[in-house]
């Protein structure tokens, strides 16, 4: 996942926004963490479990920030515009961000991210919930294939290849 976040980085400009959903463990933040390797941005991007937004600066001079939102405790667009996001300078990834960007950008690419569950791929993170279990060791899951379906909305997006 993180090497597919590098890959995408490559595409982004300021002002983009994408919307990152998947169950726990699916790899939201590692390919998160690979936007931020490609847009070659300061401090570790991490789980953003205590903190709404962070943004890390670019690097580079004149570079894009990259902001990580952590939309889960949100309920509505009014509340993610709330967090006063700088869009149009910054590439923003939104977390659990579905069904929250009314009103809020006229593009975005909403990047769902699944991975194997149930009988015969054994108890994962991203099934800890459905398992009653309160916390997995990342570290013990097995690298598990995922399957990644990226779809642009908007302007922006018309005419340019995610291939």
Do not use: C, N
């Not at 943004?55 to 004149?62: A, F, I, V, Y």
């Not at 909403?110 to 108890?123: F, L, N």
């Amino acid at each position: 996942m993180e090497g597919f976040g590098l890959r995408l980085a490559a595409l982004l400009r300021a002002g983009d926004l994408l919307v990152l959903t998947g169950p726990l463990g699916a790899g939201k933040t590692t390919m998160t963490r690979g936007l931020g390797r490609g847009l070659g941005v300061r401090g570790q991007v991490a789980s953003p479990t205590f903190v709404l937004a962070r943004t890390h600066p670019s690097l580079t001079p004149g570079g894009v920030p990259l902001v990580h939102v952590d939309a889960y405790r949100l309920g509505s667009a009014a509340e993610l515009d709330d967090l006063d996001i700088d869009y149009d300078a910054s590439v923003v990834v939104v977390e659990w961000g579905a069904g929250l960007l009314d009103g809020v950008a006229s593009s975005w690419l909403d990047v769902k991210i699944s991975r194997p569950v149930g009988a015969g791929a054994g108890v994962g993170v991203g099934d800890a919930d459905d398992a009653g279990l309160d916390a997995i060791d990342a570290s013990e899951v097995p690298d598990e294939p995922r399957h990644v379906v990226v779809e642009a909305h908007g302007p922006r997006w018309h005419g340019v290849s995610l291939g």
